[in-house]
């Protein structure tokens, strides 16, 4: 049997009134804590992250600006807006300390053992915009940059981010924008926060930094390209142990801030392909992390969908439906990335 390991931090009292980015986006989870959706799911008790973690990836000016804005209480802090309150800066390391407990755990499980090597860290606030200097875009630590250097500190040679949420991880490719042991690829929607991840901004990082700006409305179907024009080479030649995945669902058709017109069913796929590529060549060691997604019942139902994928179960639920838009062909982008990338252009484009 597949053991999904889970950590559910939603930071409560990190909350501004009308601010999409709120604890209320996790109260349809909450019940699972009791009762897991999925046979295999096991939820595992974090502990916040200390400074040393944080200091990996992010400057001790930067700690030092965002403790003190936090000490002035509730305010925005950019134009995104990206808010803090005085329990934000506790939320902040426990939603990175989430992560850092599922990946420690991860990386040292193998499947021949019998070990967990998938895991769904549920966690609020994001942070795939923060980058060594400043919190922005919502988040204030980047948690998945800090644990994939965690990672690399502890003996993993190379390791690959895929990054689904719907706007581009900018703070994520900036922090290993010159780490050879780490690779990124993102797919999001083009022309909207945080005006990065043009398909030739990393020419430096040949095979390693791999932005897909997308059409609005682009649809599921890109998922199935991703995977297989796309991840499939790329992994093989980067060789990475570790699959980290920046999850965020405001791709969705119903999500208000974006669409990228993607469906839970669309997620749900994707999820099982992501799991696949990490048995292929990682062995099985793949960790979600939540991002965006501010629909809260598409976002749970999504995340619901991933757990299943994962957990190898056996229905979801989709009361959102299915999307409308068509699809739209990609196909001149993958092949531009394909040549940027030197990858394996496959025979059917
Ligand atoms: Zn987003």
């Not at 930067?62 to 995104?80: K, N, Q, T, V, Y």
């Not at 991840?197 to 990393?202: P, S, V």
């Not at 142990?241 to 969705?252: K, N, Y």
């Not at 048995?279 to 997604?293: A, H, N, P, Q, S």
Request: hydrophobic share 40%; proline share 6%; net charge negative.
């Amino acid at each position: 049997m597949v053991t999904v390991i889970c950590t559910f931090v939603d930071s409560p009292a990190h909350k501004m009134a009308g601010h999409p980015e709120h604890p209320q986006r996790f109260n349809l989870m909450k019940a699972w804590l009791e009762k897991p959706p999925y046979k295999g799911i096991e939820w595992i008790e974090s502990v916040p992250a200390i400074n040393e973690d944080i200091l990996r990836v992010h400057s001790s000016e930067m700690l030092l600006s965002l403790r003190i804005a936090c000490s002035m209480g509730l305010h925005e802090i950019d134009s995104a807006p990206t808010f803090v309150t005085g329990d934000s800066f506790d939320a902040a390391f426990a939603a990175v300390g989430g992560v850092l407990t599922l990946s420690r755990r991860i990386q040292n499980g193998t499947r021949k053992m019998d070990e967990a090597t998938r895991g769904f860290a549920i966690v609020r606030p994001p942070g795939h915009h923060a980058d060594s200097d400043e919190s922005m875009g919502f988040c204030l630590f980047n948690n998945t940059a800090i644990a994939v250097a965690d990672a690399l500190t502890k003996g993993l040679k190379k390791i690959a981010i895929i990054d689904f949420d719907a706007h581009h991880g900018n703070g994520t490719e900036s922090i290993f924008w010159d780490e050879p042991r780490v690779g990124y690829f993102s797919l999001h929607q083009e022309r909207i926060y945080p005006g990065s991840g043009f398909l030739d901004e990393a020419r430096h990082a040949k095979g390693r930094i791999i932005n897909l700006p997308l059409p609005l409305k682009a649809g599921d179907t890109v998922f199935a390209d991703v995977c297989e024009k796309i991840l499939n080479p790329w992994l093989a030649e980067f060789h990475p142990e570790m699959l980290f995945v920046s999850a965020g669902f405001d791709g969705h058709f119903s999500d208000p801030l974006t669409s990228l017109g993607f469906s839970t069913q669309g997620y749900y796929q994707f999820a099982k392909e992501l799991a696949a590529l990490a048995d292929k060549y990682c062995d099985g060691r793949l960790l979600f992390i939540m991002e965006g997604g501010y629909a809260p019942l598409a976002l749970s139902e999504n995340i619901q969908a991933v757990l299943c994928a994962l957990a190898e179960g056996d229905s979801y639920p989709n009361s959102s439906g299915n999307c409308s838009y068509k699809p739209v062909d990609i196909d001149e982008r993958i092949k531009k990335i394909c040549s940027l990338h030197d990858l394996k252009i496959p025979s059917i484009l």
